[in-house]
């Protein structure tokens, strides 16, 4: 059974910085698309950082530069480095595994940057 499970997410000023965490089980970080998405009120769920199954990264236009996706295989975790954070990146952040389209999704953490 895969499990997906995040933290990190906190209460930030603008300018600051945070990281996630996701802790997978049930399928391995190392083999598997792995994603960051998000979603603020009223707004769909949108890609903010991918790493597909060969190892290429991509990033929301809005993000490059300030946020850095990156996994530990030998935790079986992926992180999310968000440096320079701005309110526009107040949202809820959940973890994927295996694209869009998957059933493999973490419960959420919430970031909130202040101004």
């Known amino acids: 059974q895969v499990h997906l499970a995040e933290s990190g997410g906190g209460l930030v000023q603008a300018g600051g910085s945070l990281r996630l965490s996701c802790v997978a089980s049930g399928i391995s970080v190392r083999v598997n698309a792995m994603g960051w998405y998000r979603q603020a009120p009223g707004k769909q769920r949108e890609s903010v950082a991918t790493i597909s199954r060969l190892g290429t990264t991509n990033y929301a236009d809005s993000v490059k530069g300030r946020f850095t996706f990156f996994r530990d295989n030998g935790k079986n975790t992926v992180y999310l480095q968000m440096n320079k954070l701005k309110p526009d990146d107040t949202a809820v952040y959940y973890c994927?595994?295996?694209?869009?389209?998957?059933?493999?999704w973490g419960q959420g953490t919430q970031v909130t940057v202040s101004s």
């Open positions: 994927n595994a295996g694209g869009w389209t998957s059933d493999y």
